[in-house]
């Protein structure tokens, strides 16, 4: 088994291709060992010193670390990764099942729908898979007085080029497409 690494525009986060499928869809951000008891491989690599959060994609793991440097992290990570995807072992333990998006968390004026929807639609087709290279993510939290909020997660959490990425891109393609969007804001 061979897999690749991609750096990132963050530089303490490094994006792990196995060359297989890792979750599908959706993704799963694990940033504690209590987070990772439902992944058996966000355990092991949470375990790994100076390792600070693993996050899940499609076909990537998305590995962020607190300390250190990668040249003497790399090889106790592909390790783990390789072990994990030799033994045949399930991502997550039963029961549980990745991260849709918590619609439950989201919050707007219910007159808003209409604007909402478009939001979440550009999202999806035009930011997230952009988003997704880069090893991370981001998805909708709320819409309030012409504000969208967003949570960003793996390489895109705490990466120095976030606030650019939200206010050069992402703030100006809402405001191309939808006048009444006034700013983008990180939750």
């Not at 297989?20 to 993704?27: A, K, P, R, S």
């Not at 990668?70 to 030799?86: D, R, V």
Request: proline share 5%.
């Amino acid at each position: 088994m061979f897999i690749q690494t991609e750096a990132t525009p963050n530089p303490a986060t490094l994006k792990f291709l196995p060359g297989q499928t890792v979750l599908g869809e959706g993704t799963m951000e694990f940033s504690s060992s209590e987070a990772a008891a439902a992944s058996p491989l966000a355990s092991a690599l949470l375990s790994i010193g100076n390792v600070a959060s693993v996050m899940y994609g499609s076909d990537f793991v998305a590995v962020t670390k607190s300390n250190g440097e990668w040249q003497h992290l790399k090889p106790a990570i592909l390790g783990a990764i390789m072990e994990h995807f030799m033994s045949g072992a399930a991502l997550l333990t039963d029961g549980h099942a990745p991260q849709a998006g918590a619609d439950d968390d989201e919050f707007f004026d219910p007159a808003d729908a209409e604007t909402v929807e478009t939001i979440k639609e550009l999202l999806e087709t035009r930011i997230r898979p952009a988003v997704a290279s880069d090893g991370g993510d981001i998805t909708f939290k709320g819409f309030r007085d012409g504000t969208v909020y967003l949570t960003m997660k793996g390489a895109c959490s705490g990466c120095p080029s976030s606030t650019a990425t939200l206010k050069n891109g992402i703030q100006n393609l809402m405001k191309h497409f939808l006048p009444e969007v006034q700013a983008v804001e990180q939750v």
